[in-house]
């Protein structure tokens, strides 16, 4: 079975900071991973994934993530907050072979100050 | 292109009614997913579907909850007799098919009410 944990459940930069939000997963497979990004009242938006290519993955916004194997972990960056980055996080993981669901982790909100 | 769209936005229901809820995929997408967010358990997978089965109904909590797809298109989630512990907001997503490579887009969400 697959898992993730994220890390704090809710992380406060200023605007202008790196942003640092952790996912660390576990799964006795290969994984896929995803970090989806959800602004109030709205569904979720997918911002990058990875799947076995390159192992640091650039996403949307400015966004980009490592993939760890040593420390099963897919933590996602920011170099420079803005304000429009507030929001919820969510990391997600799923095997790589066939369809299996994606398993959630519980999110972390990002609250970025002036 | 449109994207996912979920209906109805907000629902209030009392304890013991039944409800519908509606999803439109994207245009072309065969496979189709329910998801369910509350406070409490986070994000949950409910039900996938890959045209018009459902291979996993894995994550549906109780026999209360169905859900089927018509056309290769559009789905209902249906709630019967529900429950306070049903409020929770209800996403549907889409992709173009079921492998895990392929992104899943979210609606909005179906955010429902039971009092």
């Known amino acids: 079975a697959q898992s993730v944990t994220q890390l704090g459940s809710h992380v406060s930069v200023s605007e202008g900071a790196l942003v640092l939000l952790r996912c660390n997963y576990s799964?006795?497979?290969?994984?896929?991973l995803f970090w989806y990004v959800q602004y109030p009242n709205q569904g979720l938006q997918l911002l990058l994934k990875?799947?076995?290519?390159?192992?640091l993955v650039k996403g949307i916004n400015g966004f980009e993530a490592e993939f760890k194997k040593s420390e099963t972990s897919f933590h996602l960056t920011k170099p420079s907050a803005h304000m429009s980055d507030a929001a919820e996080y969510f990391c997600?993981?799923?095997?790589?072979?066939?369809?299996?669901?994606?398993?959630f982790g519980t999110g972390t909100r990002l609250l970025v100050s002036p | 292109g449109a994207g996912v769209s979920q209906s109805p936005s907000n629902k209030v229901t009392e304890k013991g009614k039944d409800v519908e809820l509606r999803c439109d995929p994207i245009?072309?997408?065969?496979?189709l997913y329910w998801y369910r967010q509350s406070l409490g358990q986070g994000l949950e997978f409910l039900i996938y579907?890959?045209?018009?089965?459902?291979?996993?109904k894995s994550g549906l909590p109780s026999d209360r909850f169905s859900a089927e797809r018509t056309g290769g298109s559009v789905s209902t989630l249906t709630i019967q007799r529900t429950q306070q512990e049903d409020s929770a907001v209800y996403l549907c997503?889409?992709?173009?098919?079921?492998?895990?490579?392929?992104?899943?887009?979210f609606g909005p969400g179906t955010r429902l009410t039971v009092t």
């Open positions: 799964s006795s497979v290969p994984p896929y």
């Open positions: 997503a889409s992709s173009q098919t079921s492998g895990n490579q392929y992104e899943q887009y």
């Open positions: 245009s072309g997408h065969t496979a």
């Open positions: 990875y799947t076995s290519a390159a192992t």
């Open positions: 997600a993981v799923t095997m790589n072979t066939g369809f299996q669901k994606l398993v």
């Open positions: 579907f890959q045209g018009n089965s459902a291979p996993d």
